[in-house]
């Protein structure tokens, strides 16, 4: 039994420090401090920009209560940043965290620390998975702060009509950047396994990017809706529900079913394809 109980704990260990290791060399980053950073001041910035101006962005979704309710500016936000903003933001660490290693030449130091394949896999991919998290976290937190604070407490117009208070509109406001990382983590995953399979940072991080735009553009594209359940953008637009006289929840649950199939076939890809990969270390 005891043979059995080490080796279970040494891999679980080695997950952790693997992990720890990868959470250290983030920090000291700067395109991460950069990112980081970004999320909380950009939102400030985008309001003061906004004040300053008498148009609003009425071509977008609560583009046009921005002036007149804090509780708008998030939302608008919210609107910009999923069409392109995610995928990008969380492809910087995702796609380059496998492809710097190759860049660098330093699978030989990695791989000899006792650290196993599925270790380093692990430690890699879940640091990359919390900086996610962490970016959508900061987006949302400071973009309801700013329109708050800069703009105000005022009720929001409803996408029926009705006035949205704003204790129920900051808990709508949280729950449709909530809604939003599902499918920020399958692009993620996808990230992970350009990184690994194409060992190229550019690729690892522009793929995303691109498959990301050429989604929007179908989804947007009539003779797309058969297939509107299968773009992992479509999902970011599930919020829209929660606007309404009476809210409709299904475009959130086909968003999270489609992220979670995203999520766990490009990560177990991505896995496959680090197992297998010719890796000299000696």
């Not at 939302?75 to 660490?93: A, R």
């Not at 793929?207 to 999902?235: C, E, F, N, W, Y």
């Amino acid at each position: 039994m005891t043979a059995i109980a080490i080796p279970a704990v040494r891999v679980r260990g080695g997950a952790a420090a693997a992990f720890r290791g990868e959470l250290t060399k983030l920090a000291l980053q700067r395109k991460t401090q950069v990112i980081l950073g970004a999320c909380v001041l950009a939102p400030f910035l985008f309001v003061s920009v906004l004040d300053m101006q008498s148009s609003v962005p009425e071509d977008t979704l609560f583009g046009r209560w921005v002036h007149t309710s804090g509780l708008a500016t998030p939302l608008v936000i919210l609107g910009f940043i999923t069409q392109w903003g995610l995928p990008v933001l969380t492809s910087i660490v995702a796609g380059d965290i496998f492809a710097s290693e190759d860049r660098y030449g330093t699978w030989k130091t990695i791989l000899t620390r006792s650290r196993s394949r599925a270790e380093i896999f692990t430690g890699k991919a879940l640091a990359a998975l919390l900086f996610t998290i962490v970016v959508v976290i900061l987006l949302a937190s400071a973009s309801l702060a700013a329109g708050l604070l800069l703009v105000g407490r005022q009720p929001l117009v409803g996408l029926s009509g009705t006035l949205i208070g704003p204790g129920h509109g900051s808990l709508l406001v949280l729950a449709s950047w909530a809604s939003a990382m599902p499918p920020a983590l399958g692009f993620t995953a996808l990230g992970l396994l350009l990184s690994v399979a194409s060992r190229s940072g550019p690729v690892g991080i522009g793929g995303p990017l691109v498959i990301g735009l050429l989604m929007q553009v179908a989804s947007l594209s009539g003779a797309a809706d058969p297939i509107r359940g299968l773009l992992l953008t479509v999902p970011f637009n599930a919020w829209h529900g929660f606007f309404v006289a009476h809210p409709f929840y299904g475009p959130l649950r086909q968003g999270l079913v489609t992220s979670v199939v995203y999520f766990v076939l490009c990560l177990a890809a991505a896995f496959l394809v680090f197992r297998r990969r010719d890796i000299r270390v000696s």
